[in-house]
């Protein structure tokens, strides 16, 4: 597994199971811009009125035939 090779992410055998966890503290903050770039996003979107449109094009919502969950 390379995120354990370049020594981000911990794992450990046990039985026929694997555990990881992160092992570098700095993936978090990587996760907290990445989710606050997409928070961003959506607000924008939000504020120019396409994320309803968005979400129903690519659902499939609306179009004959299509079956969505």
């Known amino acids: 597994m390379m995120l354990a090779q370049q020594g ?4 450990e055998r046990r039985g026929a199971s694997a555990y990881c966890r992160i092992a570098d503290p700095s993936v ?3 996760c907290d811009i990445v989710c606050d ?5 959506i607000a924008r979107a939000s504020r120019e009125g396409k994320v309803f449109a968005r979400s ?6 609306g179009k004959p035939g299509k079956r969505t969950r």
């Open 37 to 41: 770039n997409i928070a961003s996003r």
């Open 28 to 30: 978090y903050d990587l």
């Open 8 to 11: 981000l992410v911990a794992c």
């Open 56 to 61: 129903v094009k690519a659902s499939g919502a």
